[in-house]
């Protein structure tokens, strides 16, 4: 996918077991940020942080990530960023029967946009696994910063993973 000249995008990946689902080690994964200070570079820019249970939940974080069709849709039409966070067919749970419509961002706005989902094996032999994704996007120049602070638009698709 080819990011627009103007837009910032930091995606965050949270992923968990069941071991993870309550006591101390929940604690920990609900402590996880949605959001990073961004490294040196400027727009386009993408930055990926995942943060796995099996390494403690701490962050690596990746300049040019998996930025894919699968993960945003950007587009600029009328001098606005349009941005749409799509849901593959196979992340099935939680359901989504109605989704929210795209956003259009404005030069010094963002959106921050949150799913998550619930996996099982193909043939049902591993537990259940989770994850969390967050999108940020900004349009136009930003600080390094810029994530840390309040959205101009929130769109939070989280849904119970029970």
């Known amino acids: 996918m080819t990011i627009p000249p103007q837009a910032t995008l ?3 990946t949270t992923r968990w077991t069941k071991r993870s689902r309550g006591g101390d080690a929940a ?5 996880t940020p949605v959001a990073f200070r ?8 993408v930055h990926a942080v995942e943060m796995h249970e099996e390494h403690g939940f701490r962050p690596v974080e990746s300049i040019g ?3 894919t069709a699968e ?7 009328e001098g606005r960023l349009t941005v749409f966070v799509p849901v593959p067919a196979w992340h099935a749970i939680p ?12 030069p010094g706005e963002w959106v921050r946009w949150q799913l998550n989902f619930r996996f099982s094996s193909l ?11 967050t999108v940020n996007v900004a349009c ?23």
């Not at 961004?38 to 820019?45: C, E, N, Y």
């Not at 993960?71 to 039409?77: A, E, N």
């Not at 359901?95 to 404005?106: D, E, F, G, H, Y």
């Open 65 to 67: 990530g998996p930025a």
């Open 140 to 162: 136009g120049p930003v600080t390094h910063d810029v994530f840390l602070g309040t959205p101009t638009y929130l769109v939070d698709e989280r849904g119970s993973l029970r």
């Open 27 to 31: 604690t920990v994964r609900n402590a």
């Open 95 to 106: 359901p989504r029967p109605r989704r929210p419509p795209a956003v259009r961002l404005a």
């Open 71 to 77: 993960t945003v849709s950007l587009r600029v039409r």
């Open 10 to 12: 930091q995606v965050v």
């Open 123 to 133: 043939a049902g032999m591993q537990d259940w696994s989770y994850w969390q994704d």
């Open 38 to 45: 961004l490294p040196a570079g400027s727009a386009p820019l």
